[in-house]
């Protein structure tokens, strides 16, 4: 891991000494290689791409307080008042993907509606887009040393070690799951599929109901193997917030499945 990209040089006025650190540069990168892909995908099926635009603007500031809102009520609690600026400090990392997704959801359900732009054609554009930007994203995490795995056997050959650093909040020294890049490479897998598969849905909202289901699953089963206790838990050990929130996204979703496949039936 390697949580610090570049530092700016001493001498340099305001930024001088500042840190870049990795997980902040590819959250960034993240986003923009989503833009592109989501501003390509809306031209594609006849979306208005100035709009598209403007809507991914909005989804990304709301993702990220989401995402943080969700990483200081599970991780910090309490501690928060001590130091409330924390909330702004979201490239030193303290993101919930889960959280990002509730936050884009709200802002752009409301803004697809206001501009009439069709809510789940719009969401099937955005779908593979998130998976991208999410993939990138985690590995950022790895970076970081956050969202870290169990401890695992010495022998076990994908094990990772972290070292020890100030900037980590990865246990140095030991052997543990790298979860942070088996998400990664599930996100990957997950934009792929959804390529493939946008030429082939059934209907409008698909795609996107698709992609919550599937990166659900994903979820549910890593949250088995990461270490990180501060993501919180419903019932601890046995289930965690993500994994919760997962079985309810599942639910959700196949409900709006069968609704919306009656409707184009109909």
Same mark, same amino acid.
């Given at each position: ?11 340099? $006025? ?34 208005? $791409? ?26 910090v609690g309490a ?43 719009? @969401? ?11 993939a990138v994203g ?33 246990? $140095? ?12 490479? @599930? ?63 599942i639910i959700v ?9 009656? @409707?184009?039936?109909?």
């Amino acid at each position: 891991m390697h949580p610090v990209l570049f530092t700016f040089p001493e001498f340099l $006025p305001l930024i001088g000494g500042y840190n870049i650190r990795v997980y902040g540069f590819l959250v960034a990168l993240g986003f923009l290689l989503a833009l592109i892909y989501v501003k390509k995908e809306s031209r594609r099926v006849g979306l208005n $791409p100035d709009r598209t635009m403007d809507l991914f603007f909005y989804i990304a500031i709301f993702s990220i307080v989401g995402a943080r809102v969700f990483y200081i009520i599970n991780s910090v609690g309490a501690d928060f008042f001590s130091d409330p600026l924390m909330i702004f400090r979201f490239w030193e990392g303290g993101l919930v993907f889960q959280g990002g997704i509730i936050g884009a959801i709200a802002v752009g359900i409301y803004y697809v509606r206001k501009h009439k732009m069709g809510v789940f054609k719009t @969401g099937d554009v955005f779908a593979p887009g998130l998976a991208l930007g999410h993939a990138v994203g985690r590995i950022g995490c790895f970076f970081a040393g956050c969202c870290y795995g169990k401890q695992c056997d010495l022998d076990y050959p994908l094990r990772v070690v972290f070292p020890h650093d100030p900037l980590s909040v990865a246990p $140095p020294g030991i052997a543990v799951y790298p979860t942070q890049l088996f998400e990664s490479l @599930g996100e990957f897998a997950i934009f792929g599929f959804l390529l493939w598969y946008r030429r082939r849905k059934p209907f409008d909202g698909a795609m996107f109901l698709m992609y919550l289901m599937v990166y659900s699953v994903l979820r549910s089963i890593l949250e088995i193997y990461r270490g990180d206790q501060i993501r919180g838990f419903v019932v601890e050990p046995y289930l965690s917030n993500g994994q919760f929130l997962s079985v309810v996204t599942i639910i959700v979703c196949l409900f709006l499945w069968v609704y919306l496949k009656r @409707g184009k039936a109909s």
